[in-house]
T-cell receptor, first 112, second 113 residues
Framework: GIQVEQSPPDLILQEGANSTLRCNFS?????LQWFHQNPWGQLINLFY???GTKQNGRLSATTVATERYSLLYISSSQTTDSGVYFCAVDTYSGAGSYQLTFGKGTKLSVIP | SAVISQKPSRDICQRGTSLTIQCQVD?????MFWYRQQPGQSLTLIATANQGSEATYESGFVIDKFPISRPNLTFSTLTVSNMSPEDSSIYLC??????????FGQGTRLTVV
């Protein structure tokens, strides 16, 4: 099956710093999503981005499908950005169904 | 987008008992998905639930342990049966027809003692 690798696995930032999270995938995908899991376990949708670049406030994401990677940029980080960031790719699993495969996540800690 | 109400949000259960988790979606969807997230790990798909048919389980997950119901197009339940401490995880339901954005419920944090 498809492999999804995220880096770095852990990241500690001073409040106000910028960061880039990376997601590499081993095969062609139909789409790619970025999620933020808050400390209570809820997955928050950040971006649905099969290709191109999107921005939402201090966050932006770029997917280069031909080179099989996606980047999530966090600017001017805040303590509320802390949590785990997951990349997930959607691939066709046969019989008309699709399946999301998640990376292992990047655990971000933003300290005051 | 879809709004999914999942409950309970958390529970502490005795080993050997069962817990049923419910997910209610604010719109009709063909497929619903159930995931498990063990402590410090990523999400693993348990099964896909289609209305009107048996759920499709992923390798390593069986119906006797994780029975699923899908009585209509807006609702599904997952039961974690005969629980052991190894079942302590976050369980999440999700919707998202193939090749579209996926949305998740709030998650159920289960602790088995």
């Amino acid at each position: 099956g498809i492999q999804v690798e995220q880096s770095p696995p852990d990241l500690i930032l001073q409040e106000g710093a910028n960061s880039t999270l990376r997601c590499n995938f081993s095969d062609s995908v139909n789409n790619l999503q970025w999620f933020h899991q808050n400390p209570w376990g809820q997955l928050i949708n950040l971006f649905y981005i099969p290709s191109g670049t999107k921005q939402n406030g201090r966050l932006s994401a770029t997917t280069v499908a031909t080179e099989r990677y996606s980047l999530l940029y966090i600017s001017s980080s805040q303590t509320t950005d802390s949590g785990v960031y997951f990349c997930a790719v959607d691939t066709y699993s046969g019989a008309g169904s699709y399946q999301l495969t998640f990376g292992k996540g990047t655990k971000l800690s933003v300290i005051p | 987008s879809a709004v999914i109400s999942q409950k309970p949000s958390r529970d502490i259960c005795q080993r050997g008992t069962s817990l049923t988790i419910q997910c209610q979606v604010d719109s009709q969807v063909t497929m619903m998905f159930w995931y498990r997230q063990q402590p410090g790990q990523s999400l693993t798909l348990i099964a896909t639930a289609n209305q009107g048919s048996e759920a499709t389980y992923e390798s390593g997950f069986v119906i006797d342990k994780f029975p699923i119901s899908r009585p209509n197009l807006t609702f599904s339940t997952l039961t974690v049966s005969n629980m052991s401490p190894e079942d302590s995880s976050i369980y999440l339901c999700s919707v998202g027809e193939g090749n579209t954005e996926a949305f998740f419920g709030q998650g159920t944090r289960l602790t088995v003692v």
